[in-house]
Every structure is written in C-alpha cells, then in structure tokens.
C-alpha cells in the first residue's frame, strides 16, 4: 500500500499562501485518484480537492474554489496543494489521501490511505 507522507503546513498571515506537498512511498500515485482534506479541532473531516489519476480533473469545495490549486507529478509522485489569499477559517490539519477509485472521488471512506497531516495556521 502507498504511504503518504505531507509537507509545507505552517503560520501564514491572512492574505497569504502556502504550498503544501504529498510525497507517496511504497507504490506508484498514478494508480491513485487523490485528495486532500482538512479537519479542523471538534469538527470533522472535509473534502478540500480532488484530483484524477492522470490529472486531467479537479475538484474544489467551493469554500476554497479560485484560491487553492491541487496537481499533481507522477513522475516523481508527489501531490500538491497550493493556497491562496489564505483566511483565518483554512485553520486546520491538511491531510493528503489515496483512492483507488476512478474518476473524481468526493466520499472520504473511499480514501483508504492517509498521511499524518499538517498543520496550518492563519493569523489574523
């Protein structure tokens, strides 16, 4: 099974940006449809963006649509997310996960493999 591990969380000002990082280990991330979630302290776990096995579809929840871009290498199986204009409610663990499904998966229990997290902070 693939083993992700992400990167790149921090203290950001509000307005700024990130760039997070998801390296996969273990197995190849182009098998893999991929998304990233976040989960805030007392909630539970959201749905950020999703991308397609080959890249060629994306998917944003529209609280973070026009500001966060997700991509991916295959090449070097990595996973990024980059954001943008950042507020103070992306406050969260950012977790980077694996499915095996096609297409763009949206349903959290389809992602069978999960990174640690990082943490990322907007001060205001």
């Known amino acids: 099974q693939v083993q992700l591990v992400e990167s790149g969380g921090g203290l950001v000002q509000v307005g700024g940006s990130l760039s997070l990082s998801c390296a996969a280990s273990g197995g190849t991330v182009s098998n893999y449809g991929m998304g990233w979630f976040r989960q805030a302290p007392g909630k539970e776990r959201e749905l950020v963006a999703t991308i397609t096995r080959s890249g060629d579809l994306r998917y944003y929840t529209s609280s973070v649509k026009d500001r966060f871009t997700i991509s991916r290498d295959n090449a070097k199986n990595m996973v990024y997310l980059r954001m943008n204009s950042l507020q103070p409610a992306d406050t969260c663990v950012y977790f980077c996960?694996?499915?095996?499904?096609?297409?763009?998966?949206?349903?959290?229990?389809?992602?069978?493999?999960w990174g640690q997290g990082t943490q990322v902070t907007v001060s205001s």
């Open positions: 996960a694996a499915t095996g499904g096609g297409g763009l998966i949206t349903n959290p229990r389809l992602y069978h493999n």
